[in-house]
């Protein structure tokens, strides 16, 4: 299996919502990431977990919160989100070390729209 | 921290070489990589550069420089499903895990 599997591919909350984002990877990867991507920009790096440990939060905003519930999985919460969130959010993973630690498969993203 | 820029766009004609250019300013990293993203798809790896030089992967091949801290994707035989947006991406050796993105590439391929 080399895929990462995103769900759901389409999100339409209301600000007062609450709502998750789901990933999973059965490639044996213990590197796992979160990336925030508008049209026509680069994805931004959100938050990053190795070892099922948050090792990077670029400072996101509270109303995002990442969990990691095992070495397959990776969800990302949602709560209150403003309209400005909408987006395309992705998540990757990768090994954890070597030239595969610079390799990274992206699911195929959940298109997020905050009304 | 790192940045990479590139250019916002580039036109080529089917059959035609392109290259891409990607110049970083870092206090270090690891190595290049690029990803192609189609509209509406998701950044799919395309090569990965640990080392200074030229490599090679079937019509695509990309290149590094870390003297002159310039890296660039090299598209041979263009085709129309080349048209797609091209990030650089580099790991931060700060953060072993920050992973980032250069500010990516437009291609469009005309017939």
């Known amino acids: 299996d080399t895929e990462v599997t995103q769900t759901p591919k389409h999100l339409v909350m209301g600000m007062t919502n609450k709502k998750s984002l789901k990933c999973e990877q059965h490639?044996?990867?213990?590197?796992m990431y979160w990336y925030k991507q508008k049209a026509k920009k680069p994805p931004e790096l959100m938050f990053v977990?190795?070892?099922?440990?948050?090792?990077i939060n670029e400072s996101v905003p509270s109303r995002f919160s990442p969990e990691c519930p095992n070495s397959s999985l990776l969800n990302l919460h949602l709560h209150a989100l403003q309209p400005e969130d909408s987006a395309l959010y992705l998540c990757?993973?990768?090994?954890?070390?070597?030239?595969?630690?610079?390799?990274?498969?992206f699911g195929a993203g959940s298109r997020l729209t905050v009304l | 921290g790192q940045s990479l820029e590139q250019p916002s766009e580039v036109t080529a004609v089917e059959g035609a070489i392109v290259q891409i250019n990607c110049t970083y300013q870092?206090?270090?990293?690891?190595?290049l990589s690029w990803y192609q993203q189609h509209d509406g798809g998701a950044p799919t790896f395309l090569s990965y550069n640990a080392l200074d030089g030229l490599e090679e992967t079937g019509r695509f091949s990309s290149f590094l420089s870390r003297s002159d801290s310039y890296g660039y994707l090299l598209l041979q035989e263009l085709q129309m499903k080349d048209s797609a947006s091209y990030f650089c991406?580099?790991?931060?050796?700060?953060?072993?895990?920050?992973?980032?993105f250069g500010t990516g590439t437009r291609l469009k391929v005309l017939a």
């Open positions: 991406a580099v790991r931060d050796p700060t953060g072993t895990y920050k992973y980032i």
């Open positions: 977990y190795s070892y099922e440990k948050l090792s």
């Open positions: 870092t206090s270090g990293f690891y190595g």
């Open positions: 990757a993973s990768s090994q954890e070390g070597g030239r595969g630690a610079n390799v990274l498969t």
């Open positions: 490639m044996g990867h213990r590197a």
